[in-house]
């Protein structure tokens, strides 16, 4: 589960709340899926909103075989499901 939550609201006592703000069910992986998450890009550009579940290919460090994507819509809070065409997910660190 992925969940979409606000940090530093003030909870009393100097302490500090979460609010969670949205959920997403992630389906369960088959043994030849990852989960990446604000390491793609849409259409050539780079977008942290994305959530995206891809083929696992060995020795990859970009991924374009996407089974299932999201991206946050920050005003509602919620993960929306969005067309899997045009994306591709990088391991994090690799670029």
Do not use: Y
Request: aromatic share 6%.
């Amino acid at each position: 589960m992925i969940w979409l939550d606000t940090l530093g609201v003030p909870a009393g006592r100097g302490l500090r709340a979460r609010i969670v703000r949205g959920t997403l069910v992630i389906p369960p992986l088959a043994r030849d899926e990852r989960l990446f998450m604000a390491s793609c890009d849409v259409r050539g550009r780079f977008d942290p909103r994305v959530v995206a579940i891809v083929v696992n290919e060995p020795g990859a460090s970009r991924f374009t075989k996407i089974r299932q994507a999201w991206r946050v819509d920050l005003p509602t809070g919620r993960l929306d499901i969005i067309p899997i065409s045009d994306i591709v997910c990088e391991e994090p660190g690799s670029g």
